[in-house]
């Protein structure tokens, strides 16, 4: 999400995320045209880890700050968790995802939509 989307304070966050992710995203197409295989992005949103505080928001009162300003512009008003994100790749890595690939699954609470 922070490769699509500007934060403020986050902008070589953002830079690293869109050259990790726009090669990733042309990748998986180029895999999976080559290899007949079933290949997808997951593209996170905001999802408060301790890699926080090694990024510079050195205290609990500026991660929650960052949180509350990350759930304002989400539409579903909140951050996500680690867990949800798991959920969305082990559904994508599963049978239940047989006839899916090729995409970039936003799992960002619509941050990246609205």
């Given at each position: 999400?922070?490769?699509?989307?500007?934060?403020?304070a986050?902008?070589?966050?953002?830079?690293?995320?869109?050259?990790?992710?726009?090669?990733?995203?042309?990748?998986?197409?180029?895999?999976?045209?080559?290899?007949?295989?079933r290949?997808?992005?997951?593209?996170?949103?905001?999802?408060?880890?301790?890699?926080?505080?090694?990024?510079?928001?050195?205290?609990?009162?500026?991660?929650?700050?960052?949180?509350?300003?990350?759930?304002?512009?989400?539409?579903?008003?909140?951050?996500?968790?680690?867990?949800?994100v798991?959920?969305?790749?082990?559904?994508?890595?599963?049978?239940?995802?047989?006839?899916?690939?090729?995409?970039?699954?936003f799992?960002?609470?619509?941050?990246?939509?609205?």
């Amino acid at each position: 999400m922070a490769a699509s989307k500007g934060m403020p304070a986050f902008s070589a966050y953002a830079a690293s995320a869109a050259r990790r992710c726009v090669p990733s995203r042309g990748l998986v197409c180029g895999v999976e045209a080559t290899a007949a295989s079933r290949v997808n992005v997951v593209a996170p949103g905001t999802i408060i880890t301790p890699g926080y505080k090694a990024a510079g928001l050195s205290d609990d009162h500026q991660i929650q700050g960052f949180k509350a300003q990350a759930s304002a512009v989400a539409a579903l008003g909140r951050t996500g968790t680690e867990d949800e994100v798991a959920t969305a790749v082990s559904f994508l890595a599963s049978d239940d995802a047989s006839y899916i690939t090729g995409i970039e699954l936003f799992v960002d609470g619509g941050t990246a939509q609205i």
